[in-house]
């Protein structure tokens, strides 16, 4: 059984407003609600409006007087209760923010509404031709659905699914890794996505052994959350490894890992600050461990582990003999070396 659990649900993962997915079919009630519908702006590179409160949103009517074939709709606002739809814009006028920096500061409710306009639209951009025949392919259903232009076949959204994991020693110590494209002493749990055929447990062992060539033993699943950047969707894992063993950095990905005590983690948590600063420049200092920010689910992860105390009946690393687990095993054998 998984060893820590989220005191709450990842940041984009925490909405509960109404997606209203049976309105998405009826073209007839999307035009009738039109008129009163709110429409959130989103420009190429992501950014979207910001207002007094949250989300900067705009009256759909600004541009049209039905819904245009790109925009998507949302759902129902929560407070409102009226129609929410997204469109790519080219240019947003007055105050804006990018998602990966500004969505810590939104509701629950206006950055799941944020992660949603963000993952369809990001969608859209990549699905214009049909996979199966390369025809061009219209919106329809509201923005969640495209339709073949000449056979009519229907896609929906993607969503990538990719694993990120906790990899820990069973005791005080965690492993972090570094991507050789960002400063130094910037550190990160562990993540790829999963591959045809394989399963997320799978997964999770596949690439810990990759990025940093570790054999790691027991992954655990704790929780996930949509990272539309474009468009994934992080299952969150935390799985045990032996810190005694070498670090190999076999695909590349990883410039560089470490094992922090739990005593670091929790002095870098105290001190957190964004990686990104309000210029969008990323922020450099001397600090000897600097986390991720609290938007992604690494956060999360590396926040819930810190803060549960070590199980002392698990032991930090595995033993020799008829206990030893083979390398890529998803959990090691029982122990059958006798004692009572």
């Known amino acids: 059984m998984r060893r820590f659990e989220f005191d709450k649900p990842p940041m984009l993962s925490r909405a509960v407003y109404n997606r209203a997915d049976e309105i998405r079919h009826d073209k007839q009630r999307l035009t009738e609600g039109w008129p009163h519908a709110l429409l959130l702006q989103i420009d190429p590179s992501g950014r979207y409006p910001v207002g007094e409160d949250g989300l900067g949103w705009i009256m759909a009517v600004d541009v ?45 409710d206006e950055a799941g509404i944020l992660s949603t306009a963000l993952g369809v639209l990001n969608w859209h951009d990549s699905a214009r031709f049909s996979p199966v025949d390369g025809n061009p392919t219209e919106p329809a259903k509201g923005g969640w659905v495209r339709r073949n232009t000449i056979s009519g076949r ?21 492993l972090l890794g570094r991507q050789s494209q960002w400063p130094e002493r910037w550190f990160s749990t562990l993540a790829g996505f999963v591959e045809p055929g394989e399963s997320l447990e799978q997964c999770v062992v596949r690439e810990v052994h990759e990025e940093v060539g570790l054999d790691c033993w027991d992954p655990q699943y704790v929780g996930s959350q949509p990272w539309p950047f474009p468009r994934s969707l992080m299952v969150g894992f935390e799985v045990t490894a032996d810190p005694d063993q070498a670090l190999d950095f076999i695909d590349g990905e990883i410039a560089d890992a470490e094992w922090f005590s739990r005593s670091e983690v929790l002095e870098a948590l105290e001190a957190q600050q964004d990686w990104l600063g309000a210029d969008g420049k990323p922020i450099i200092d001397d600090a000897r461990l600097r986390l991720p920010g609290s938007i992604s689910i690494a956060s999360a992860l590396i926040r819930a582990w810190a803060h549960t105390p070590a199980d002392t009946d698990r032991p930090a690393s595995r033993v020799g003999g008829a206990g030893q687990s083979e390398p890529g095993r998803l959990v090691p054998p029982p122990d059958t070396s006798g004692g009572a």
């Open 64 to 108: 049209g007087d039905e819904p245009p074939p790109e925009a998507v709709f949302l759902g129902l606002h929560p407070e409102e209760g009226t129609d929410m739809w997204a469109m790519r814009f080219d240019v947003i006028d007055g105050p804006k923010d990018d998602p990966r920096r500004g969505a810590q500061l939104l509701g629950a």
């Open 154 to 174: 229907e896609e929906f959204p993607r969503t990538d699914p990719a694993i990120i994991t906790v990899v820990h020693d069973g005791a005080d110590r965690i």
